[in-house]
């Protein structure tokens, strides 16, 4: 799979992730109510220059590719969230996570930018797409179902594995 390109939704816009995201990305990520389902506490300013650094230049040796993006809600431009979409080698299975900053939850900008995403791997050739969603986080539930994915037996650090296959999705 190819860089990262700029895409779409219907009311955001997507933006390739660069270091210079890590200040106005520290505001949205903020709120510790955020990592109450993904673990973790808000990164400093220095914590995100750092991650964003590594995540733009992509794994070192893998077998993987990191595609990121910044949601932007499109009319107003504002950052509120990313979205990711882990690839693997031989680009047969796409990995999507999604995170929206508190104040912009329950918007339908998680559905948004993931179906976006998921067009884009989709488009790619990918050929199954999964995400892994805590038992208890019904929103990012309602996400993945919105896409199209279904909840599997597989649990993975004690998150369910949803996927979908291409032509099977519903959105």
Same mark, same amino acid.
């Given at each position: ?5 700029? *895409? @779409?939704? @219907?009311?955001?816009? *997507? ?18 109510? *955020? #990592? ?8 400093? @300013? ?5 991650? #964003? ?28 969230? #990313? ?58 539930? @309602?996400?993945?179902?919105? *896409? ?24």
């Amino acid at each position: 799979m190819s860089s990262t390109p700029h *895409l @779409r939704g @219907r009311g955001v816009r *997507l933006e390739p992730l660069s270091t210079t995201h890590a200040a106005p990305m520290e505001h949205v990520l903020a709120d510790a109510g *955020l #990592y109450e389902f993904i673990g973790g506490s808000p990164p400093s @300013r220095a914590d995100l220059e750092a991650r #964003y650094a590594r995540q733009v230049a992509g794994p070192r040796g893998s077998a993987f590719a990191w595609h990121t993006w910044i949601i932007r809600v499109a009319d107003t431009d504002k950052p509120v969230g #990313y979205v990711q979409a882990t690839v693997n080698g031989d680009d047969s299975v796409a990995e999507l996570a999604w995170v929206v900053g508190v104040p912009w939850q329950g918007r339908g900008i998680a559905s948004d930018a993931a179906s976006a995403v998921a067009e884009f791997v989709d488009a790619c050739g990918v050929e199954r797409v999964i995400a892994h969603v805590h038992p208890d986080h019904v929103a990012s539930q @309602r996400v993945a179902a919105r *896409l199209g994915l279904v909840p599997t037996a597989r649990v993975v650090d004690g998150e369910v594995e949803w996927e979908a296959r291409p032509g099977i999705r519903g959105r």
